[in-house]
């Protein structure tokens, strides 16, 4: 009727998801694998709402999740879920084990060229030592405790793909307040990311990334935790604080093996940086080229960083110094393997210096598996 | 935990004890308490006993074999009948747990935090009780093995100073411990502190002993006994 005489009349031939369906997947994250039974109804209510439950079982850690996930209709990008979630994990290099029992909810939504998330989350904590020879120290930190905080994320990525991209940059920039909303434990969190690639001759890429964080413990409030014996600083058990070290990020070191450490456990730090300078180049002769061979990468790199904890009484002059003195470093060169568009392998041959006491090093040969590396 | 401190006293060594909320889960054995010495954690009295002997300190060197077997089925006997009534009228009788228990035991932890790990530690005490049979006894027959528990230790101790001659062992310092918690702690009846009254002997051995080694005392540290509660004394 009112359809244009040179218009043309386009029909979608959809075929509608099973309303619930059953996975089983493995999944390789930061240096370690896991098995993942999931099932899901990808459309509940008939509005795309998603509900998802998910029981990994993997090298380091068990866990189980129910999630529920609302778009907005119309607009996929603003959304909303709510987790409940059990997540038990296993830190060899502090010697802890942790047991996070959870809930939390998020919203996203874009704004611009940006994408939001804000997200309020509440666990209840268990730690407790992996061997009997851990540290006292870690072994102070053994207990039950109740953390409840509000996040917010902010994310501006530009780049062509999230592994190994040629063009583009990406920033990141996250804050976590906990202690307002009950629990007893209190701080203010914020890191950030940020990485920049662009393409050179012949099919190379130089890609320069900086990594940093800060963790900032909130006194003690009146009511219930006044009275209690612990220390500020037990309020900042070893899973908030920052790590640093190993393949994913200072390349040459062990796994978080960076930093504070008391009896060979790494306690992690209250501030760090790192940054890395990479060249990507194809393989040396191209083999396979078209194919196989394109998913090599060799890359040469030079990492630095350095992971302290701070006086809060100094000035922000007196943090920076702290920051930028005994910086660890490392250059080598090595190859990448992309695996889809997930995640990355790499096989380096590492020389690090500016090796501090107490830091563990993994000179030579190493190798790394993740989905986020510096 | 006052049997650590009296029996660490009594072989005079200088000892400081530190209240943790988190002590149970910081011992290596998950049993209070346990000490802190250099940078070594022993936990639990056996253990305690054999460590400090190592080093060289002992209260039972002076007895002989056939005591020390008499003293070895004193304290088993203490620690099967004075603890185990201890647990259940702290966690299975149902008045005590709900106005003293519960809100004791989760103090240090935050709304819900608190009452999840209650529950939590009552469901484990129960079980255990099960296990071991007490779970059909009712308060008065706790009361009367608490009774004839007393008995045999004020029959025992007679009317010398200590349980044997005038040297304290480690069964002075266990058996110290456990009354002078039941005598101290308020309860919401006396029930207990009353069977425990009802020996002279046994009162008369618990105020001499804290006379003797918790009053006037310097505390030094080398060795640090980490408690979950807070220390009282016995005249009030």
């Known amino acids: 009727d009112d359809a244009l005489s040179n218009g043309l009349d386009v029909t979608f031939e959809v075929t509608e998801l099973r309303r619930l369906t059953g996975s089983y997947n493995t999944m390789v994250g930061n240096n370690e694998g896991s098995m993942v039974l999931g099932l899901k109804f990808p459309n509940l209510f008939g509005r795309a709402e998603k509900v998802t439950f998910q029981f990994s079982y993997g090298t380091k850690e068990t866990s189980y999740g129910l999630s529920f996930f609302k778009p907005q209709p119309g607009k996929f990008e603003r959304n909303f879920s709510v987790n409940l979630y059990k997540v038990t994990g296993q830190f060899p290099w502090s010697s802890l084990r942790e047991t996070d029992r959870g809930i939390s909810t998020e919203f996203n939504f874009p704004i611009w060229k940006t994408n939001h998330t804000l997200k309020w989350e509440g666990v209840w904590r268990e730690l407790g030592c992996l061997a009997r020879t851990a540290s006292f120290s870690v072994r102070e930190e053994s207990g039950h405790s109740l953390k409840s905080s509000l996040s917010h994320a902010m994310v501006i990525d530009s780049r062509n793909s999230s592994i190994l991209p040629r063009r583009g940059a990406l920033l990141k920039i996250n804050q976590e307040l906990a202690g307002y909303t009950g629990g007893d434990v209190s701080f203010l969190k914020e890191d950030f990311e940020f990485q920049v690639n662009k393409q050179l001759l012949w099919d190379s890429v130089f890609s320069a990334s900086l990594w940093g964080g800060i963790l900032v413990p909130i006194g003690d409030k009146p009511s219930s935790i006044a009275d209690r014996q612990r220390s500020i600083k037990l309020n900042l058990t070893a899973f908030t604080r920052f790590y640093l070290g190993g393949p994913t990020s200072v390349r040459g070191f062990s796994m978080y093996s960076i930093g504070p450490q008391s009896e060979g456990d790494y306690l992690g730090g209250e501030a760090y940086w790192a940054g890395g300078l990479h060249l990507y180049t194809p393989l040396p002769f191209r083999p396979g080229q078209g194919g196989f061979g394109d998913l090599f990468r060799t890359h040469f790199f030079l990492n630095a960083g350095n992971l302290c904890n701070l006086n809060y009484g100094d000035g922000p002059r007196a943090h920076l110094q702290k920051l930028a003195e005994c910086i660890r470093w490392s250059y080598g060169t090595g190859i990448v393997l992309r695996l889809g568009n997930i995640a990355r392998l790499e096989l380096n041959y590492c020389f690090p210096l500016g090796v501090q006491s107490g830091d563990r090093i993994c000179d030579g040969v190493q190798f790394g598996a993740g989905i986020r590396f510096l | ?236």
């Open chain 2, 1 to 236: 935990t006052l049997c650590f401190q009296a029996f660490l006293q009594m072989c005079n060594l200088p000892i400081r004890v530190v209240c943790r909320a988190n002590a149970e889960y910081m011992s290596p054995s998950g049993k209070l308490p346990f000490i802190h010495v250099g940078n070594q954690v022993v936990s639990e009295l056996g253990p305690i006993v054999q460590f400090v002997k190592a080093k060289g300190h002992s209260l039972s060197d002076g007895l002989d074999e056939v005591q020390k077997a008499e003293m070895k089925a004193y304290m088993e006997l203490v620690n099967n009948m004075l603890l185990t009534a201890e647990l259940y009228l702290q966690w299975c009788d149902d008045v005590t747990v709900e106005e003293i228990t519960h809100p004791r035991y989760g103090s240090p932890y935050p709304w819900p935090l608190n009452r999840i790990l209650s529950y939590q530690k009552q469901w484990e005490v129960r079980r255990k009780m099960k296990a071991i049979g007490w779970a059909g006894k009712t308060l008065e027959q706790v009361l009367e093995d608490v009774d004839q528990c007393c008995n045999a230790l004020s029959q025992r101790l007679g009317t010398q100073p200590y349980f044997f001659n005038k040297q304290p062992t480690e069964l002075d310092a266990l058996v110290f411990g456990h009354l002078f918690t039941i005598l101290t702690t308020q309860l919401i009846t006396d029930e207990l502190s009353e069977k425990v009254k009802n020996y002279s002997n046994l009162t008369a051995f618990c105020r001499r002993i804290e006379q003797q080694y918790f009053e006037g005392h310097d505390k030094d540290s080398s060795t640090t006994v980490v408690a979950r509660s807070a220390k009282r004394s016995l005249l009030r």
